[in-house]
């Protein structure tokens, strides 16, 4: 089995403890070289080790990167890595398809009406589930996916985008890795041109739909009624932003509650005052309003092109964008009060994504941002 080699590159980064930037932690990075243009990450334990794993999708190689941790930091490829994954792997859902009590990957396959469904084994290997890839009538194409028991079955579902439409479609699983089809279409907003997710909004124990809707400047809400059915939320769609394209779920303020953070496709903005993160703070019932201080400006940043939330080790919730055009990551951090101050990170840049994780055993979390142009990820380490 392969061993991936990593290069390493100190970086200091000022937060804030307390009111004040008083202490100064240090990042060490990590590049791992992967396939050519690597985009979007997962993260999960893909080979049942107590250790998680990453994984990435590969757009320009049609390939998934399955690279299996230590618990330690260390990373190697799974057996039989990069794995064929489509054209355009452009983006990845991880649930158990087929019940078998391992986790497999279902992947939006840009620009064609695909989604591939991979079966994992539980040591890392990945292999196309029968009928697979999945010809599921998108308009014009898939760009985002999302995997839960929509219909109360016991069996994983999956949700895309139709964004030429303005629609999302459902596609109940068979509990044996496929797909039923024809899927289920439901009206949203227009254009979700990129990015939906799934959480349970109203805390009804029902998995529920966001997406983004980048012409009206809004996320719809969907509520699962737990059979297959979604309506509206109350309010929704709700104001996100100039031109939002995606969207990261987590709980920023510590209620219990879902909140949403949108990034705006910066070719279609305006102004450079539009060019900001929004936070929306959900309040248990599937309605959401602007975080104070919300949009956050990003400044500099240009080509916002990922973002994700996480603790990095304060016990707070930091807001990260991958910046592609101007090779920087962008951190939000919040002070006691709860207001953000933003930190720029030197990064190899290009059109990839980002997470922010656990990969080690300490209760810190690390920061993986795709490095398209260099066919490599990096991992920020807090030191």
């Not at 618990?71 to 990069?82: D, E, L, T, V």
Request: contains cysteine.
């Amino acid at each position: 089995m392969k061993i991936v080699l990593a290069t390493t590159l100190i970086v200091v980064l000022g937060f804030l403890s307390g009111d004040s930037a008083s202490r100064t932690p240090q990042f060490h990075q990590v590049s791992i070289h992967v396939d050519r243009g690597p985009r979007w990450i997962a993260v999960a334990d893909v080979n049942d080790d107590g250790n998680r794993d990453i994984l990435v999708a590969n757009a320009d190689a049609g390939s998934v990167s399955v690279l299996l941790g230590d618990g330690k930091g260390i990373f190697h490829n799974a057996s039989g890595s990069p794995v064929a994954a489509g054209h355009l792997p452009n983006d990845i859902a991880v649930a158990d398809m087929n019940g078998d009590g391992n986790l497999d990957l279902v992947i939006a396959n840009h620009q064609s009406p695909y989604l591939t469904i991979l079966l994992g084994d539980g040591t890392g290997k990945f292999a196309p589930a029968p009928g697979s890839p999945f010809d599921v009538h998108s308009n014009p194409h898939p760009h985002g996916v999302a995997a839960a028991d929509f219909d109360g079955d016991g069996k994983q579902d999956v949700a895309t985008d139709s964004w030429g439409s303005n629609q999302i479609e459902l596609l109940s699983g068979n509990g044996k890795g496929g797909l039923r089809l024809p899927g289920h279409f439901f009206p949203v907003g227009h254009r979700p041109y990129e990015r939906l997710r799934t959480a349970d909004f109203n805390r009804d124990g029902h998995p529920d739909i966001v997406t983004t809707n980048l012409d009206d400047g809004t996320v719809s809400i969907l509520l699962g009624d737990g059979k297959g059915g979604f309506a509206e939320a109350h309010g929704s769609p709700f104001a996100a932003g100039a031109k939002p394209w995606q969207v990261f779920v987590d709980d920023v303020n510590h209620d219990g509650n879902a909140d949403l953070i949108t990034i705006p496709y910066q070719r279609d903005i305006s102004s450079a005052s539009e060019n900001g993160v929004t936070v929306l703070l959900g309040n248990g019932h599937g309605s959401f309003s602007p975080m104070s201080g919300s949009p956050l400006p990003l400044g500099e940043c240009r080509g916002a092109n990922g973002v994700t939330a996480g603790d990095l080790g304060s016990g707070k919730i930091v807001i990260a964008v991958a910046c592609a055009e101007n090779r920087e990551l962008m951190l939000f951090v919040p002070d006691a009060q709860g207001r953000f101050t933003s930190f720029p990170i030197p990064a190899k840049g290009g059109w990839g994504g980002i997470a922010i994780a656990k990969l080690t055993k300490d209760n810190r979390s690390e920061i993986i941002a795709a490095d398209n142009n260099d066919g490599t990820i990096t991992i920020y380490f807090p030191d």
